[in-house]
């Protein structure tokens, strides 16, 4: 285990398997875990209407200063392990982005029809940037140009179809060691989860682990194909760079 506490970010677009993937690290008895810490943030300086808005916004801290303070100060409870859930698109432009640095990151991306045709369930008329990629492509870019080193890229089918290969990947390239609690989680609701649960939560409340994989045929609406299209060329720049087992 090393002996510096290891604060890990990774960043998502909405409707991934980020969720999942907080249960999965929320499972080590090692690693505390953070759920969307900019989410109030990203709501107050956007004024998006997203489910539970006002809700969010009263139970969360939305200045971005104080929450990069926070993700970079004392690990909760003493834990070696600080695991950070976020959704690229909330790092807005405003941000200072110098203490992302002091984070191990890596990249959580999905095919964008996939993210698509569910994030329009609930939001129905997306642009690129609420989808995260673009942020994900200039974040990694940009992480890559101050330190000379490329965030690993994970894409969420690789990890459906093998969860364990792909987790312990992962936690090599992060340099944490591996435990195969995080395969396995006791359903419901957790304490750390945010107050948005309710709206956005439903399926991962009701799992116990990864579910396998099942590829999504359901169309891309034609209003968003332009939408799409620029999501998939930035998607498929990012999956050239992924790592598998």
Known sequence: MPTAPVRIALWSGPRN?????????????????????????????TGAEHPGRDEVLAAHESDW???AEHLTGPVPEGHPIWYQKHMAHHLTPEIDRAWVLSLKNAMLIRDPAE????????????????????????????????TGRRPPVIDARDVLEDPEGMLRALCDALGV????????????????DGVWAKHWYDSVYRSTGFAPYRPKHEPVPDRLKEVHARCREIYDRLHDRRFTP
């Not at 969720?19 to 953070?34: F, H």
């Not at 569910?118 to 140009?145: H, N, R, T």
């Not at 060691?177 to 750390?192: F, I, Q, V, Y």
């Open 65 to 67: 200063r104080r929450v």
């Open 177 to 192: 060691p591996w435990d195969p609690a995080m395969l396995s989680w006791a359903p419901g609701p957790r304490k750390t």
């Open 115 to 146: 993210m698509i045709t569910s994030f329009i369930k609930v939001i129905p008329d997306p642009a690129p940037e609420d989808l995260g990629l673009p942020q994900q492509a200039e974040l990694s870019d940009w992480i890559e140009s101050e």
């Open 17 to 45: 398997i980020s969720t999942a993937m907080l249960r999965s690290w929320g499972a080590r008895p090692d690693c505390a875990v953070s759920d969307e810490p900019l989410y109030a943030h990203y709501l107050k300086a």
